[in-house]
């Protein structure tokens, strides 16, 4: 077992990661936290998705919004890492459904999430926190950070496009899923994840000169 985590390190190393668990970002900005303060900052999570989602324009023929949810999501991801992360995205996956306006354009209830367009982006969403979390806990920080935001913007896709490929909801035209559902929205993912990778860089600077 040793030989094999000596192995594993020198992988991991040649890729300039870490195998080791990294405390939540949250936690090394606030070392003593209590429970009851971290579910506060978890909700304020979800507070931050739910006004971001308002955020938004729509592209010519196109009814999915581009909004300034997903900045949100890979910034809670890196910043509480997978548990409280997952926390804060899936209850506001959970009060959208049960009909709390938090979704774009004020939407909310089961039939918006299970019958329409963006279900699969929703999912996705969810898949994001966790992976950026996960990977921050596991040494991305820094300088890759961005490399698992751009991961968690991928899996956002992946969800997505499968829901549009098995529902019929009559878009995007046949023959044009990933020229409308997926194409049109990287510039703006883009734009977004660097944003979200220079603040979580940005506070993970400022706890280690404070440590230091």
Do not use: C, H
Not at 37 to 65: A, H, K, M
């Amino acid at each position: 077992m040793e030989i094999i985590n000596k192995r594993s390190q020198y992988i991991f190393g040649n890729f300039g990661l870490s195998i080791r668990n990294e405390e939540p970002l949250f936690r090394q900005v606030f070392p003593k936290i209590s429970l009851s303060q971290t579910i506060l900052i978890s909700l304020l999570g979800t507070i931050l998705i739910s006004i971001l989602s308002q955020i938004r324009f729509y592209l010519p023929e196109n009814p999915v919004p581009v909004t300034l949810q997903t900045f949100g999501i890979l910034t809670i991801g890196g910043f509480l890492g997978w548990k409280w992360g997952l926390v804060s995205i899936l209850t506001y996956y959970f009060i959208g459904v049960f009909g709390l306006p938090v979704f774009a354009n004020g939407g909310g209830g089961f039939d918006y999430v299970f019958q329409g367009v963006t279900g699969g982006y929703l999912l996705g969403f969810i898949l994001a926190t966790f992976l950026v979390g996960y990977l921050y806990q596991r040494g991305w920080t820094n300088g890759k950070i961005l490399w698992a935001m751009l991961v968690g913007s991928i899996f956002i896709y992946i969800p997505a496009l499968i829901w549009l490929i098995i529902f019929d909801f009559s878009w995007p035209p046949e023959g044009q899923l990933l020229e409308k559902a997926l194409y049109p929205f990287i510039p703006g993912d883009l734009v977004k994840l660097i944003l979200a990778s220079l603040v979580i860089t940005g506070i993970n600077n400022f706890v280690n000169k404070k440590d230091g």
